[in-house]
């Protein structure tokens, strides 16, 4: 955009914001230290409300010492009348601390005494400072001729059409520190700062769209958008993955598998062992004759082999050998009672055996008496 363009517009922006707001004339004093910190709670919240917090914070602690110290969840519920507490809590923190590990103090007065231009650069190395923050330190703190961005301002500057999206990426509005004099800059500054706060606080609120209309009719297309219908899309979306994953793994499960017939059967068989687990021999004693009907009617095809392989499995169940280890055992229990009975037989053959001796002893004797 040509620089006369921009002067115009910007001439034309401030003129519409002082039908609609009251600028202010006077900043509060405060030292430098002060004037840094009171920007980390203004950035995004009005006049009132950022006075409000700033006082709480100098009253309700000792020193800046102990709010450098205090936790962001504290501070955030300190800092809960602005539109961005949290945001507000996490800048003031990091601010203090950058502070006191550069200065190893909370006193910056002597930093007035530098030029303007080292005192913006130490402060833009401050973690946790912005754009608005050093333009605020320098139109306040230092008398220097800046006007504060916040991220509202920009985002209306752009869709007004002051600035281009390279610019807005950039984070500036070259040429508003010229269409301003240095003399108005504050009122100008506090205009300005309620079209961001009142765009960042509702920025799809008719008062906003009727403003910005107001100074640019042909900005339809570039008013900030509700992003109510994207926001139910992305639940069926995930949906839809989700059953397009199980069905992805279900078919995986069906292409590793041989057979439907096979993966429908291991299935049945785990859950009747799940299912009966308090009684696993029963499950155990199912599991096998489930097996053996689908081995039997899976292979019909081609497979005689996958038959002849329960046939070399058979012999060992059958358990010839058993049957012949039987028959010795037979043998044997039959061949002590044979040896039994001669046992017997050689018993009476003893007793006979001494009577027959007697006998012929007392032959001998009674052939011998006579003689």
């Excluded at 006007?147 to 059409?161: A, F, H, Q, T, W």
Aim: hydrophobic letters at 30%.
């Amino acid at each position: 955009m040509a620089s006369n363009n921009r002067a115009t517009m910007i001439a034309k922006v401030l003129k519409i914001l002082k039908r609609h707001y009251q600028p202010v004339k006077a900043q509060p004093e405060h030292s430098l230290l002060e004037h840094l910190l009171f920007a980390c709670c203004l950035e995004n919240s009005l006049l009132g409300p950022s006075t409000e917090v700033f006082e709480v914070l100098t009253k309700d602690y000792f020193d800046w010492n102990e709010v450098r110290v205090s936790s962001i969840r504290e501070l955030t519920l300190v800092m809960k009348p602005l539109n961005d507490p949290s945001e507000s809590a996490v800048r003031l923190k990091r601010v203090l601390q950058s502070v006191f590990e550069t200065h190893y103090t909370f006193d910056l007065e002597p930093m007035k005494k530098q030029n303007i231009g080292q005192t913006v650069k130490t402060i833009e190395k401050y973690n946790g400072s912005t754009p608005f923050i050093v333009s605020y330190v320098t139109q306040n703190a230092l008398g220097g001729h800046a006007i504060p961005v916040n991220g509202g301002l920009l985002e209306s500057m752009r869709v007004v059409g002051v600035i281009s999206d390279n610019e807005f990426a950039k984070g500036s509005v070259p040429g508003l520190e010229r269409a301003v004099p240095k003399s108005k800059g504050v009122e100008t500054s506090t205009l300005l700062h309620q079209l961001g706060v009142e765009l960042r606080r509702s920025p799809y609120g008719p008062k906003i769209r009727k403003l910005l209309l107001e100074i640019n009719p042909d900005c339809k297309d570039r008013l900030p958008k509700r992003p109510a219908k994207k926001a139910p899309r992305p639940a069926p979306a995930t949906a839809a993955k989700s059953t397009t994953t199980k069905s992805a793994g279900t078919a995986k499960s069906a292409g590793t598998a041989k057979s439907s017939t096979t993966a429908k059967s291991t299935t049945t068989a785990k859950s009747s062992t799940a299912t009966k687990s308090a009684k696993p021999p029963a499950a155990a004693a199912a599991s096998p004759d489930k097996k053996k009907p689908v081995q039997k009617k899976a292979p019909p095809k081609a497979p005689t082999k996958k038959k002849a392989s329960p046939k070399k499995k058979s012999p060992p169940k059958k358990k010839t050998p058993a049957k012949k280890k039987s028959a010795p055992q037979k043998t044997a229990s039959k061949s002590p009672t044979k040896k039994k009975t001669p046992k017997k037989k050689t018993k009476v053959v003893k007793k006979k055996a001494p009577a027959k001796k007697k006998a012929t002893t007392k032959k001998k004797a009674s052939q011998r008496k006579p003689k």
